[in-house]
């Protein structure tokens, strides 16, 4: 039995939030957006969906991937990619909701007119807000500036069944900044997070500013290509969680199989992140401090 205080190693689909007292999961069923909500972590395995956003506008409707609520001056927006059939066509669009991850969204605009998948948002206190892993200046919450590229994959571990950087996600530690992504073809079992580190001074637009390593995240005990990560803070601010995607298939996929599981950071003694491996499906965790 699973008491109150700890969960077990099994979710859903998708991005997961802390704010306000709840944890919200933002998922979709490729035409939609959707979120759901819980005061515990656990509590988001059996809670209600709500459909935040859907559309029969071919620009838009359809193969509607990687949705991310962000914060903005008392506002939540949510980041999705979508199209209709022709993948060639993703773009990244914004939904402009309320004072929490709960409240009604509206369709505001396609971010960007360039092809781009998994959009996230990057925060610097001298450098504004960019969005990776191609990185641009963010000009308001629905607007981009010029884009620059900082990570390509070249290594080996990065093109597996496919030359792949995709999916970024910021993590904010000890004053500095890193972002994790995706590597490899999300379609094998080689699908995994690498880390980029900004090095505190240079322009983070410029791929110099940022020093790569990886994979940080494997397949381990039966998970298989955890990727499309994100982290959010435990509700008494002394942890930091990592969610992402995984697969029990051996072989990889890359479809509705997948599903989420959440692990709590560790650091190492350079102040550095050390990732958990993904538990066994089924382990009985301690819930994130302060639930």
């Not at 957006?33 to 071919?58: E, F, Q």
């Not at 494997?218 to 992402?244: C, E, K, L, M, V």
Request: one cysteine or more.
């Amino acid at each position: 039995m699973v008491s109150l205080k700890a969960f077990s190693v099994f979710l859903s689909l998708l991005g997961c939030i802390s704010f306000g007292g709840y944890y919200y999961l933002l998922t979709t069923t490729w035409t939609d957006v959707s979120i759901s909500r819980a005061t515990t972590l656990n509590g988001l395995k059996t809670s209600t969906k709500k459909v935040v956003y859907s559309t029969t506008t071919a620009s838009r409707c359809c193969n509607v991937w990687s949705p991310e609520a962000h914060y903005f001056d008392g506002v939540w927006y949510i980041y999705y990619t979508g199209v209709s059939t022709d993948l060639n066509g993703q773009r990244v669009h914004v939904l402009v909701g309320g004072a929490t991850p709960w409240d009604t969204y509206t369709y505001r605009g396609q971010l960007t007119s360039q092809w781009g998948i998994d959009g996230t948002v990057l925060r610097f206190n001298a450098w504004g807000n960019y969005l990776s892993l191609c990185i641009a200046p963010l000009t308001s919450p629905t607007a981009i500036g010029t884009t620059s590229i900082i990570s390509t994959p070249a290594a080996a571990w990065e093109i597996h069944g496919g030359s792949v950087n995709e999916a970024p996600a910021a993590l904010y530690h000890g004053g500095k900044t890193y972002l994790t992504f995706s590597e490899s073809s999300c379609w094998t079992n080689y699908y995994a997070l690498g880390l980029l580190t900004w090095d505190g001074s240079t322009d983070p637009t410029k791929s110099a500013a940022w020093s790569k390593k990886g994979p940080v995240l494997s397949s381990a005990n039966g998970n298989y290509g955890p990727g499309s990560n994100g982290f959010f803070t435990s509700p008494d601010g002394t942890q930091i969680w990592n969610t992402f995607n995984a697969d029990a298939n051996s072989a990889g996929a890359c479809d509705s199989t997948r599903y989420t599981m959440a692990e709590v950071m560790n650091w190492n003694s350079d102040g550095s992140p050390n990732f958990t491996p993904p538990a066994t499906l089924g382990t009985t965790l301690a819930g994130p401090s302060g639930e």
